[in-house]
Structure formats: C-alpha cells, structure tokens
C-alpha cells in the first residue's frame, strides 16, 4: 500500500513537471512571445506532451497571455487579481481562461500568427481526447485506481495552484527588479519551471531567460541551454544582453 502511495506521487509529480516545462518553454517563452525557437521535432514532442497532460490549445493559450500582456492589470486583462479579486483569480484562473476564449475574439486577435498543421488540427485541438489518453496511460502503469489518483493529484495541482499562483500571486505579492505590476516569488519559481519570476518576464518578455539576479533560479533555463547547445534552439536575447 504504501509502496503503491509513493510510486503514485513520484508519478504525480514527473507528469506535473513534464506538464510545467511544455508550458514554460513552448507555449509561453516559444509561441506566445518568440523567445527562442524550436526545431520542429522538438516542438512536436512538447505539443505533444502538454497534448497528454494538459489538453491546451496553443493558439488558445497564446492569444490569451498576449492578450494579458496587452492590457496587465488593467481593463481588458483577462485575468488580473487587481481587478477581479485575489481569490477569484487564484482559484478560478481555468474559469477566466475559458470565459476569454468561449466569449470574445481573443484567438482571431491575438494568435493569428500562429500556424497549425496537420498534427494540431486533427489531434492536437482535441484536448479531452489527450488528457483522457494521458490519464489511461497513467492507469495502464499504476493500475486503476492509482492511476486516476495520480491524474487527479496532477489536474488540481497544475489548474488550482501552480498556474493559478502566476496570474494570481505574482500578481499580488512578491518583489520587483522592474517597474511592472508584476511581482516575483522565487520559491514559486523552483516549482514552475521559472514563472514565478514574473516582474522579470514583465520586465523583459522577449528574454528566454527568467532569471536576473544571481538569487533566481529559473530551472527551465538549463533545459534551454542544453536545447541550444544541442542546436535544438535558437534564443533570443537575454534579459543581461538587453538589459546591459
């Protein structure tokens, strides 16, 4: 029993993370604000992954953070605490998200740059179909009940906590390197592959690189860098390079 508890949150906790870093480093710093870019075959597998674990849309979760962005705080923010609440924020970000792209022209606005091929309209925009894939996956290591344990632990911690805190706490409490209303949370940052160093991001979008201060630790960062290394990436400029 308790060997089966422990193997479920090692798995709950890889599934989280391998959902956290297709976040952070293709859907946030590739698609929406061209930080680096991906050979082809990587960004696949990160579709790919965030396809089973997440079920987001691409052009979906762009067009609303370019969106938030475009109005930070402000009226027109898809999600912003300082308007909306800080809890409403924390613990409905998902509902927020839906509401912007079921109720406006976010996506025709805001993502119109983003190409689809054949992988993105006949598999990956069917998100339910990936999460059902991922979860069956999950019960086909762990066995039923375990597997569904470990697909709950993810789906709460991911949509209610770790997600929710950058546009809820990092827009709420925290410490600024930058004039932004954006704040950062370093140990926020350790667990979100980076994100939780949101003034930073504010501060310089365009940067592959969170972290500015010799604090800061952006645990996506390495990952890049291999990528690079690798030839696998392409970056931008750092926050140091146009900062400097």
Not at 164 to 193: E, P, Q
Not at 221 to 233: F, G, S
Request: aromatic share 12%; glycine share 8%; charged share 20%.
């Amino acid at each position: 029993m308790l060997g089966h508890l422990i193997l479920t949150l090692v798995a709950a906790v890889a599934v989280i993370q391998v959902a956290v870093f297709g976040t952070t480093i293709y859907l946030h710093r590739t698609a929406t604000h061209r930080a680096l870019s991906l050979n082809p075959a990587v960004e696949w597998m990160f579709k790919f992954s965030l396809w089973l674990t997440t079920g987001q849309v691409t052009k979906e979760w762009v067009a609303v953070h370019r969106k938030h962005h475009a109005f930070t705080d402000e009226e027109g923010d898809p999600h912003s605490p300082k308007l909306e609440g800080f809890w409403k924020v924390q613990l409905g970000n998902v509902f927020y998200y839906v509401r912007e792209i079921k109720k406006t022209d976010v996506v025709e606005r805001y993502a119109r740059d983003i190409k689809e091929g054949w992988w993105d309209t006949h598999v990956f925009h069917y998100g339910l179909i990936g999460l059902g894939v991922g979860t069956t996956l999950l019960c086909l290591v762990l066995g039923l009940w375990w597997g569904l344990l470990a697909a709950g632990i993810h789906a709460v911690t991911y949509v209610f906590f770790l997600t929710s805190s950058i546009n809820g706490l990092c827009h709420h409490k925290g410490y600024k390197n930058f004039d932004n209303t954006a704040t950062n949370i370093r140990t926020l940052a350790l667990i979100t592959g980076g994100e939780g160093l949101h003034n930073n991001h504010h501060g310089y979008p365009r940067s592959p690189k969170f972290s500015f201060k010799a604090s800061e630790i952006d645990p996506a960062w390495p990952i890049i860098k291999l990528l690079i290394a690798l030839k696998l990436a392409k970056p931008y400029k750092t926050i140091e390079e146009v900062a400097a």
